[in-house]
């Protein structure tokens, strides 16, 4: 089983995402996601120096992959997609199905991320046929949905070709709106933002009133309040999961894949999740809960 | 432009073609559609007689099959497609690109209309649809500003048709796990956001308080209207400020926008509300059938009446609507 760092969420500033990723190199990655996956308002780095410095990683020992986009809604969008998909040398993770027609349309090999809604193994085939080499399961289905996903994409002949990724580490997105969250948090219009997001390197952490911490705020994204952790899952995914994706909130990200390596390649003890971590989604439960 | 109005049984079904819808849209009594609560939708009696009153009035039938088909399950989609061939009915609504397969296979007749579930927004994605489908209409989910609708709609001859009315969905259709998260069940996986099972209302000292799966949503004083606890409407603390992080309770209302859309080219005003009574149905497809007849008679006369909007406040979600992100204020 290998691992990848998922794309970076959160609005950071150019030289600490490039700083980051010069880290991402000597990482046990094996592979790296990036780009600007939330909001297109996002310019530290424009598309073309996503494009760069995924090029300049590219080659050195890691597989690169570039992210693109959850939410389309304007044609600038779409022009800077098709940017991403004419890059010429590197596949691309498309994150809706508008990535997956165009890159279906120049031939060139995809992800199929988390936030495209691929639920069974008939979908799967159509996305196989199109070009798809790898599929991010949506972040909200269990094991027992994959088990029997991969058991139908056997039985159509299909399951060799392309790897399973499973998004196990991290903040889970959970939702993308045209409303931007950050600047409503500080009473600003999403046309007036003023990029705003780019002081929560962390986004923005919202509790109930009995101070539960239900949501992380990121800008259009809503993400969990708690951080998904599947480390006591390692030894159910073998035989059934290709890619284990720790999804990156800061620089401890690279502790926790030192950590995921080692239980994949030697085994851990169970580890007590802490009170603001949660694996619900893998067992079939809600997704804020924890089992062991 | 379509008036399409909901209908989540029959009374409601021959109310809104009463009052003057031109299509209603329906789903069965399963976990096809994302409107799966207990008591709401057609069995297959029902489903003939819905047909039936429809056909009869010549008006038209859409059936939604808008949830994604379980692995080992997707015989149970492709059924309900056969069903809604077999009732004569004018377009399935689908969201799984699974069932959309299955449907344009099999039933090369039946009409394909992309649900709002499938959260298409752009150009590239309807070109997808179309080529693999030939999907007819695309529902556009409820993100796009009207500028971007409009734009859309310019740089596309897919029609499309959009949400008029109804309970606000603030994030981006199909793409929301928020309910899974909180409950673990989604309007993808099992057709209902926040579902009702999962609700709690307690009186406390702090007052009225509502839960969903044990999860604080909202409290409310005595003077406070108390709302169904969908959980992005509920009150949430973000650095000690506590305010709807998300959203209010509120429905969208674009009825100050009838002529927006007609110039838009829009083909269908979708009003939401499947789990509505038979009264709410009648409010809203009186209100609507009148503004865009009003519209139609005398385009450049056209105004909302101050009693539509009085009616349609008394059916809405805290009795506040909204333009939502029609409006980029909103956004």
């Known amino acids: ?292 | 432009m379509e008036l399409l109005c909901p209908a989540g049984s029959l009374p409601a079904l021959k109310t809104a073609i009463d009052y003057g819808a031109d299509a209603v849209y329906i789903g069965l009594k399963d976990d096809t559609n994302a409107r799966h609560f207990a008591g709401l939708n057609f069995n297959d009696k029902k489903l003939t007689k819905g047909a039936q009153y429809v056909h009869d009035h010549n008006k038209h039938l859409h059936v939604a099959i808008n949830t994604f088909a379980h692995p080992g399950g997707e015989k149970r989609w492709q059924n309900a497609v056969d069903k809604c061939v077999d009732l004569g009915a004018n377009a399935a609504i689908i969201a799984d690109i699974a069932t959309l397969e299955y449907a344009a296979n099999k039933h090369p007749n039946l009409d394909l209309h992309l649900s709002v579930q499938a959260s298409a927004t752009n150009t590239a994605t309807i070109d997808f649809y179309k080529q693999n489908f030939n999907v007819k209409r695309v529902v556009l989910p409820r993100v796009l500003s009207i500028h971007q609708v409009k734009q859309l709609s310019r740089n596309t001859d897919m029609p499309l048709e959009v949400f008029a009315f109804g309970s606000l969905c603030i994030m981006a259709e199909g793409r929301c796990y928020l309910s899974s998260y909180f409950t673990g069940e989604s309007p993808n996986t099992v057709g209902a956001c926040s579902p009702a099972k999962y609700v709690r209302w307690t009186e406390t000292k702090n007052g009225l308080e509502s839960r969903l799966n044990d999860i604080l949503i909202d409290r409310y004083q005595k003077n406070e209207k108390a709302g169904y606890p969908t959980l992005c409407k509920g009150k949430f603390n973000v650095d000690n400020n506590l305010y709807h992080a998300l959203e209010e309770p509120t429905s969208l209302n674009t009825l100050s926008m009838v002529p927006d859309l007609m110039k838009a080219n829009i083909c269908s005003v979708k009003i939401e509300g499947r789990q509505r009574s038979p009264a709410y149905v009648e409010q809203i497809t009186k209100v609507w059938r009148q503004a865009i007849d009003s519209y139609k008679a005398n385009p450049d006369q056209y105004q909302v009446k101050e009693e539509w909007d009085r009616v349609l406040a008394n059916v809405s979600e805290g009795s506040q609507t909204t333009l939502g992100a029609y409006h980029r204020e909103w956004q």
């Open chain 1, 1 to 292: 089983m290998k691992l990848s760092l998922g794309p970076l969420l959160y609005y950071w500033p150019k030289q600490t995402v490039e700083a980051f990723y010069q880290q991402a190199l000597t990482s046990e990655a094996d592979t790296i996601y990036l780009g600007e996956t939330v909001c297109s308002k996002r310019r530290e780095l424009k598309p073309r120096d996503w494009i760069s410095l995924a090029k300049a990683l590219n080659g050195q020992g890691k597989e690169v992959v570039l992210s693109s986009m959850a939410l389309l809604e304007a044609p600038s969008e779409v022009k800077v997609l098709k940017q991403l998909c004419e890059n010429g040398e590197l596949s691309v993770e498309a994150n809706d199905v508008g990535a997956i027609q165009l890159l279906s349309e120049q031939k060139v090999p995809f992800v199929c991320g988390p936030a495209i809604n691929c639920y069974n193994a008939s979908v799967l085939k159509m996305f196989v046929n199109k070009g798809m080499q790898r599929w991010v399961m949506p972040v909200e289905l269990s094991r027992d949905w994959l088990t029997k996903t991969v058991s139908d994409c056997e039985d159509l002949g299909i399951r060799s070709q392309f790897e399973i990724e499973v998004f196990s580490h991290g903040f889970i997105p959970l939702a993308y709106s045209a409303r931007c969250f950050t600047a409503r948090s500080e009473n600003k219009a999403k046309d007036d933002c003023e990029l705003c997001c780019i002081k929560y390197p962390q986004g923005r952490a919202t509790t109930t009133q009995e101070e539960q911490q239900v949501f992380v705020l990121n800008g259009i994204q809503t993400q969990s309040g708690y951080c998904y952790n599947l480390i006591n899952d390692i030894s159910s995914m073998k035989g059934l999961v290709d890619l284990a994706r720790i999804s990156p909130s800061d620089q401890q990200a690279f502790s926790i894949l030192k950590q995921y390596r080692e239980a994949i390649n030697v085994g851990i003890e169970p580890i007590k999740l802490e009170s603001k971590e949660c694996n619900g989604f893998w067992h079939k439960i809600a997704g804020l809960e924890t089992q062991y």
